[in-house]
């Protein structure tokens, strides 16, 4: 079955920019499917951040549209996501997931935006 | 954006019992309704999708019903390993949105 796992910073200091990337294995990014980033803040509930199609066409949560943009490198069978700007109310576990629905996630990774 | 809400925010229920969760969609989604399992310090785990297709591996204990605005997932009996945070998602239209999560804890 398909495999993700974020990898990235842990800490990001206020104003600057988050940057994850997820590796997926045992299936090619090529292949098909919808690429995407979930966040879930502490103690709160999920929150959908955007998905990329393996076309390059993307969406977005309207209320983060302004900040974030998500990639694919399909040399290195990964897709990554960038997250400018951040604040305090960024922090959060950021799954990578794939799927329509979310059939496979990462195991998650938390980034803590503090100075 | 269509606005996910589920109810109640509690369940408590005894080992062995019945759970109904509800979710409610402010607009059709047809049937893309998903329902996923969460565990502490787990990601979540897709249960059910397509409003009642249970995914891979999941026990037939657990079944989703509904359509256009009005869900539910129901679980059976429930087991120790059930206790869990349940999320319903929406994937019929952009962007896609998550309820707000009902904690089944035990009774």
């Known amino acids: 079955q398909v495999q993700l796992q974020e990898s990235g910073p842990g800490l990001v200091k206020p104003s600057e920019t988050l940057s994850l990337t997820c590796t997926v294995s045992?299936?090619?990014?090529?292949?098909?499917?919808?690429w995407g980033w979930i966040r879930q803040p502490p103690g709160q509930g999920l929150e959908w951040i955007g998905s990329?199609?393996?076309?390059?066409?993307?969406y977005f949560n309207p209320s983060l549209k302004s900040r974030v943009s998500i990639s694919l490198d399909t040399s290195k069978n990964q897709f990554s996501l960038k997250l400018i700007s951040v604040t305090a109310a960024d922090t959060a576990v950021y799954y990578c997931?794939?799927?329509?629905?979310?059939?496979?996630w990462g195991q998650g990774a938390l980034v803590t935006v503090a100075s | 954006d269509i606005v996910m809400t589920q109810s109640p925010a509690t369940l408590s229920v005894s080992p062995g019992e019945r759970a109904t969760l509800s979710c409610r969609a402010s607009?059709?989604?047809?049937?893309?309704l998903a329902w996923y399992q969460q565990k502490p310090g787990q990601a979540p785990r897709l249960l059910i999708y397509?409003?009642?297709t249970r995914a891979t591996g999941i026990p037939a204990r657990f079944s989703g019903s509904g359509s256009g605005t009005e869900f539910t997932l129901t679980i059976s009996s429930l087991q120790s390993e059930d206790f869990a945070v349940y999320y319903c998602?929406?994937?019929?239209?952009?962007?896609?949105?998550f309820g707000q999560g009902t904690k089944v804890e035990i009774k």
């Open positions: 997931a794939t799927g329509s629905p979310l059939l496979y």
């Open positions: 045992r299936y090619s990014i090529n292949s098909g499917y919808y």
């Open positions: 990329i199609f393996h076309t390059g066409g993307a």
């Open positions: 607009q059709s989604v047809p049937s893309y």
């Open positions: 397509a409003v009642s």
């Open positions: 998602q929406q994937y019929n239209d952009w962007p896609w949105t």
